[in-house]
């Protein structure tokens, strides 16, 4: 009993972690914020929860959490607990690893260098390239990869991206990734198609920039992008060097699996700096997101001027792929968000950066679980009116009888080596796909399932004497039908 007590102590702590930098009702506004979680898909009649209910829900240690309007940071705020084995409580100043956000930091570092004419960024890849060539092979079909192509994902390249290096183990160094040599554990980066052919998302491509900017500058990557883009735009507490060396281990918080259990050495080393290696906080996050919005209208150029930061925000060969971030319009009156979310082991983020207005989002995770982040969003969006980031579909369950979920129950076929299989506990039914977790689906009608955590439906087709044939997956715009093998 007296554990249970301090762990609440600790909590209550933790949880008033913040720094308010404006408004009177700032405070209130919090407050809002943290009672108003709404998932994706939400129940009809469900009422929101406290962002401390659905910390406890998912298994989140800890949360960090910005939020920008006008282009200013109105407050940050951390909850819960950096290093649960420590109780090191999450503060504004807490480190997370930023994953897959890293790449946007990357790209502002890769257009200075274009924009200071040391690299044209439509030309080959290997103009630049010294300490190691991009191997061109049939694939390609003689075309070659650009620096814009790297950024945009339309490299037509390999390696989605990178698991990381468990802290004592021998790294790699980045020729050795780009070859997929040991002791890299992921594979070579190489054509799978010509480049431009659509966006492909590649960490590969990403990780050649890298090397890019190592060779032009001369210099160790995490240097040139703390000296040119980090302490420039501000953001004085982050670093690109992996291990992060220098930095307060306080600081640095420890990464969670799904379950809540520490990753082993508590957290990865990311050698891929550009694509995954970036040690930063939503404060810092939200400076570079502002000094975006200001340079975008042409009233700041701390790194880029107006002209190279709307380039970097125009899509390149795609309808939302651009220079190292992804643009967003929403329904809501066509608003714009330039984006970027990130997946490091033991670590989720993502943020929005409104390109008019000055509004913006930063949240971080020391989690695998990041299906709380829509939620914070929402909520935000909610408290804030930023038009289009609140994602929320109410649905309404119908009663299915058992005699037909039984029915249901099966295998089915979506490709050879792709199997759904549906079965049954009682009144709910579960899917599970081959490879992935098992997760419940609920009905909104006597033939159509949907999943809580995320947009999807599936519908039973039957032929003409009732029988159960197929199933079809309706998913990010997209139908597809796998048929019933046992």
Not at 365 to 391: H, M, P, R, T, W
Not at 419 to 424: F, K, V
Request: net charge positive; proline share 5%; charged share 20%.
């Amino acid at each position: 009993m007296k554990t249970l007590r301090l762990f609440f102590v600790l909590m209550t702590l933790a949880f008033n972690q913040s720094c308010v930098y404006g408004q009177d009702d700032t405070n209130d506004k919090i407050k809002q914020v943290e009672s108003n979680l709404i998932s994706t898909i939400q129940f009809k009649d469900e009422t929101p929860k406290t962002l401390e209910e659905r910390m406890a829900y998912y298994k989140v240690h800890g949360l960090s959490l910005a939020v920008i309007q006008n282009y200013h940071i109105l407050w940050a705020k951390g909850y819960g607990t950096a290093d649960e084995s420590l109780k090191i409580p999450v503060t504004p100043q807490t480190l997370f690893q930023a994953a897959s956000i890293s790449k946007s930091i990357n790209a502002v570092g890769v257009l200075k260098l274009v924009q200071e004419k040391k690299i044209d960024l439509y030309a080959d890849i290997n103009t630049y390239l010294k300490s190691w060539k991009f191997p061109y092979d049939s694939l390609a079909k003689g075309k070659k990869i650009s620096m814009a192509n790297l950024l945009s994902h339309t490299g037509g390249l390999t390696v989605h991206g990178f698991p990381g290096y468990e802290q004592g183990k021998p790294l790699p160094s980045v020729v050795q990734i780009l070859n997929g040599q040991k002791p890299a554990n992921s594979d070579p980066i190489r054509s799978m198609y010509e480049p431009g052919l659509r966006s492909e998302y590649s960490g590969g491509g990403i990780t050649i920039s890298q090397m890019v900017v190592m060779d032009v500058t001369h210099q160790p990557y995490a240097d040139y992008m703390k000296k040119n883009v980090l302490q420039p735009l501000g953001m004085t507490s982050s670093t690109y060097a992996q291990p992060p060396v220098g930095v307060t281990p306080s600081l640095l918080s420890a990464g969670y699996d799904s379950n809540g259990k520490t990753i082993p050495g508590k957290y990865h080393i990311y050698p891929e700096q550009a694509a995954a290696g970036l040690w930063t906080n939503p404060t810092d996050l939200a400076k570079y997101i502002i000094e975006t919005q200001l340079a975008y209208e042409g009233k700041s150029a701390k790194v880029l001027d107006q002209q190279t930061t709307k380039l970097r925000l125009t899509p390149f060969q795609n309808a939302d792929a651009a220079l190292g971030v992804f643009i967003t319009t929403t329904n809501v009156d066509s608003t714009k968000y330039f984006q970027h979310g990130g997946a490091n082991e033991g670590f989720r983020c993502q943020y929005y950066g409104s390109l008019k207005d000055g509004n913006g989002i930063v949240v971080m995770v020391n989690s695998d679980n990041g299906e709380i982040l829509q939620e914070v969003v929402n909520s935000v969006a909610k408290v804030y009116n930023f038009k289009g980031l609140l994602l929320n579909t109410v649905k309404t369950l119908v009663k299915v009888s058992d005699s037909d979920l039984e029915s249901y129950t099966g295998q089915y076929a979506l490709k050879p080596d792709f199997i759904i299989t549906l079965s049954r506990d009682g009144n709910q039914l579960y899917a599970q796909a081959t490879g992935q977790p098992k997760f419940p689906i609920y009905p909104e009608a006597q033939n159509k399932f949907f999943p809580k955590n995320f947009l999807a439906d599936l519908e039973v087709i039957k032929d003409a004497t009732g029988k159960v044939t197929s199933v079809i997956l309706y998913q990010n715009g997209h139908k597809n039908e796998a048929k019933k093998i046992k």
